[in-house]
């Protein structure tokens, strides 16, 4: 709700992946500017985050997510905002425990837990194993999958002494991916149900301490290529363990969820 000129907002994070979440249901905030939205993602003179999440009214579902970069672009999803705004439409009031999300990339199933959320995602697309891109005159192997947003997976063995700023951001760059550029994920295969995964995210251009949409391609990938048998136990960057399950098809993938913490760490009010 708007306070004058002040917007109330929610600090949240999934497995360290940090958002400004806002209950839009006025459909009041100023989604067309971009500078007001990089602002308040900047760590230094807004609240900072990973990106901004708004709860809005739905004809479709119990409401309707809009997740914008902080750079100021609207993406059609984000796995752990996803989770975050399930918990917080829940504690407003806004939607049951059980309840349909609408986004831009389709319908998600939402389950607000205890102690986490579980997501059932849209059916995955573009689905490509062992392609090969040219990166200062060496060969990578990678394989691709959309999970609401575009990912490129390449598999590692040195995940912990990887510059994943440089090499990411040279791969998101790549003209194999323009105009619009992908996420990069880079996934170490631990177990026959564990992964460990970093990302490089566009719109952040940075690594982040999770990406639930990255930790869901990695799975899917690896599943893909018989190296790991679901439910699949995923290791961010921040540490926490999510848990993605799915069903192989000869087309693809079905069922998918992604299941992990949602956690509230401060709310306030803000100058729009």
Same mark, same amino acid.
């Given at each position: 709700?708007?306070?004058?000129?002040?917007?109330?907002?929610?600090?949240?994070?999934?497995?360290?992946?940090? *958002?400004?979440?806002? @209950?839009?249901?006025? #459909?009041?905030?100023?989604?067309?500017? %971009?500078?007001? +939205?990089? $602002? &308040?993602?900047?760590?230094?003179?807004?609240?900072?985050?990973?990106?901004?999440?708004?709860?809005?009214?739905?004809?479709?579902?119990?409401?309707?997510?809009? *997740?914008?970069?902080? @750079?100021?672009?609207? #993406?059609?999803?984000?796995?752990?905002? %996803?989770?975050? +705004?399930? $918990? &917080?439409?829940?504690?407003?009031?806004?939607?049951?425990?059980?309840?349909?999300?609408?986004?831009?990339?389709?319908?998600?199933?939402?389950?607000?837990?205890?102690?986490?959320?579980?997501?059932?995602?849209? #059916?995955?697309?573009?689905?490509?194993?062992?392609?090969?891109?040219?990166?200062?005159?060496?060969?990578?192997?990678?394989?691709?999958?959309?999970?609401?947003?575009?990912?490129?997976?390449?598999?590692?063995?040195?995940?912990?002494?990887?510059?994943?700023?440089?090499?990411?951001?040279?791969?998101?760059?790549?003209?194999?991916?323009?105009?619009?550029?992908?996420?990069?994920?880079?996934?170490?295969?631990?177990?026959?149900?564990?992964?460990?995964?970093?990302?490089?995210?566009?719109?952040?251009?940075?690594?982040?301490?999770?990406?639930?949409?990255?930790?869901?391609?990695?799975?899917?990938?690896?599943?893909?290529?018989?190296?790991?048998?679901?439910?699949?136990?995923?290791?961010?960057?921040?540490?926490?363990?999510?848990?993605?399950?799915?069903?192989?098809?000869?087309?693809?993938?079905?069922?998918?969820?992604?299941?992990?913490?949602?956690?509230?760490?401060?709310?306030?009010?803000?100058?729009?």
């Amino acid at each position: 709700m708007l306070i004058g000129m002040k917007q109330l907002f929610w600090k949240m994070h999934g497995a360290g992946n940090d *958002f400004i979440l806002m @209950d839009d249901r006025s #459909a009041l905030f100023p989604c067309a500017d %971009a500078a007001l +939205i990089r $602002r &308040l993602c900047d760590r230094h003179a807004g609240i900072g985050s990973e990106g901004l999440l708004l709860i809005q009214p739905s004809t479709r579902a119990n409401i309707r997510m809009r *997740f914008f970069n902080p @750079d100021g672009v609207e #993406a059609g999803m984000c796995g752990n905002g %996803a989770r975050c +705004i399930a $918990r &917080l439409a829940h504690d407003l009031g806004a939607a049951p425990s059980s309840m349909h999300i609408e986004t831009a990339t389709g319908l998600l199933k939402a389950d607000v837990l205890p102690d986490a959320v579980r997501l059932q995602l849209p #059916a995955p697309t573009d689905c490509r194993c062992h392609q090969t891109l040219t990166l200062d005159n060496q060969a990578i192997r990678y394989h691709t999958v959309h999970t609401g947003v575009p990912h490129a997976v390449v598999e590692t063995q040195t995940l912990d002494s990887l510059d994943i700023r440089a090499i990411g951001a040279a791969i998101r760059h790549h003209p194999a991916f323009a105009p619009k550029g992908t996420n990069v994920d880079f996934m170490a295969i631990t177990g026959a149900h564990a992964l460990r995964v970093r990302t490089y995210e566009r719109g952040v251009e940075a690594e982040t301490p999770a990406c639930g949409t990255g930790i869901t391609a990695c799975a899917l990938i690896a599943g893909k290529l018989d190296r790991v048998i679901p439910p699949v136990h995923v290791t961010c960057k921040h540490g926490d363990i999510l848990e993605v399950n799915y069903r192989l098809t000869s087309d693809g993938f079905e069922t998918v969820t992604l299941l992990g913490p949602a956690a509230y760490v401060f709310d306030g009010a803000v100058e729009i």
